[in-house]
């Protein structure tokens, strides 16, 4: 099976350089990077990486989930790894999820949110994700919100009419698996978290709050309901 790698990006360090010169070291032939609106000032990573990436270019910030539908509009494999560019995924997670896709429609890597190295934001914003998908779907999840996630090219219609253009995107993936009872195959991964990382824009509170505003709508309309009753 062919596989494509994307990598939404947002201001790129050269983390993205490290990721790419392993990720072709270890025979991943298609990789597509999507610039998400970057300042000027980072673009000079872009001239540093391999000749034959595929870069693509938002002109202003438009989102993690429209960046990744950027990059399977222009997948023309078997299936897509959608990797961080962080560095947070490590070359043998990723190869993990490549050998998986084999056998397997969606492969999704889970990380271990009771080590201690695990920042509190994180374990907190994941653990209230993963209660709201299982109180909606009836299904357990782990890691609602990992970024490496392998992908069947076949479900690429539904993959890009799917709502979201941040990272609510990721989670409404997993509403949509869950809906049309779409096997997911979850692998264990290594937890990777640095303090102070340049390259992560994820926000546990803020972006929790986006992928649930649903909730917390109506959670709010129930309490002012019962003031009012009160």
């Known amino acids: 099976m062919k596989v494509s790698i994307i990598i939404p990006v947002l201001n790129p360090t050269s983390r993205l350089i490290t990721l790419t010169d392993e990720l072709i070291k270890n025979k991943f032939d298609d990789i597509i990077v999507i610039d998400d609106g970057s300042n000027n000032d980072y ?5 540093k990486l391999n000749k034959n990436i595929r870069i693509k270019y938002h002109r202003v910030n438009l989102g993690k989930g429209s960046a990744i539908k950027t990059g399977i509009k222009n997948v023309k494999t078997d299936a897509y790894i959608t990797v961080d560019a962080d560095l947070q995924h490590s070359i ?21 949110f009771k080590l201690k190295s695990v920042p509190f934001k994180s374990k907190f914003g994941n653990k209230f994700s993963s209660i709201m998908y299982f109180l909606k779907t009836h299904k357990k999840c782990n890691d609602t919100q990992s970024g490496l996630r392998g992908i069947n090219i076949k479900y690429k219609n539904e993959m890009l009419n799917i709502k979201g253009y941040r990272y609510d995107y990721e989670m409404n993936q997993l509403f949509y698996f869950a809906k049309n009872n779409i096997d997911i195959k979850y692998i264990d991964m290594e937890t990777i978290y640095e303090k102070g990382n340049p390259t992560s824009h994820f926000n546990a509170l803020r972006d929790s709050f986006l992928v649930h505003k649903e909730f917390f709508i ?3 309309i129930i309490i002012l309901i019962l003031i009012i009753i009160i």
Do not use: A, H, M, P
């Open 43 to 47: 673009k000079s990573i872009y001239k």
């Open 92 to 112: 043998n997670d990723i190869i993990k999820i490549r050998e998986e896709l084999n056998n397997n429609d969606v492969v999704i890597g889970q990380r271990n």
């Open 218 to 220: 109506i959670f709010t």
